[in-house]
């Protein structure tokens, strides 16, 4: 098949450093990269911001995941991943990949974005 070529920009954008970059709608408010302003995610997606420090959300883009370990957070041990930017390739914040304590287990597949590494984008007022 023939490939077009450009991509719809709504859906993916060629970037200076020569990899894909995933776009959210522009009818949404979103979260940017501070550093390199990648959509990371839809404000939708937001599970919990009772933190000042982190926002937890149920899906993100343009994000990658390293290997996973365990740690011992404020609610117990988790196995997490850290996250970063795939376009700046910055440390963002961790998913858990794995809850030892039941009462935990609903943040298994979630993310935790650190708010220093977000910027608010597309229709905030």
Known sequence: PELS?????????????KTFQAYLPNCHRTYSCI???????????LISKASV????????????CG?????????????VADIYCENCKTTLGWKYEHAFESS???????????????IKDNGWE
């Open 53 to 64: 420090l982190f926002v937890f959300f149920s899906f993100r883009v343009n994000v990658g």
């Open 67 to 79: 290997p996973a370990e365990e740690r011992v957070l404020l609610t117990g041990l988790h196995a």
């Open 5 to 17: 070529e450009e991509p719809p920009a709504e859906m993916v954008k060629m970037t200076k450093s």
């Open 104 to 118: 935990q287990k609903y943040k298994e597949g979630k993310f935790i974005i650190e708010l220093a590494h977000m």
């Open 35 to 45: 550093h390199c302003r990648a959509h990371l995610a839809n404000h939708d997606e």
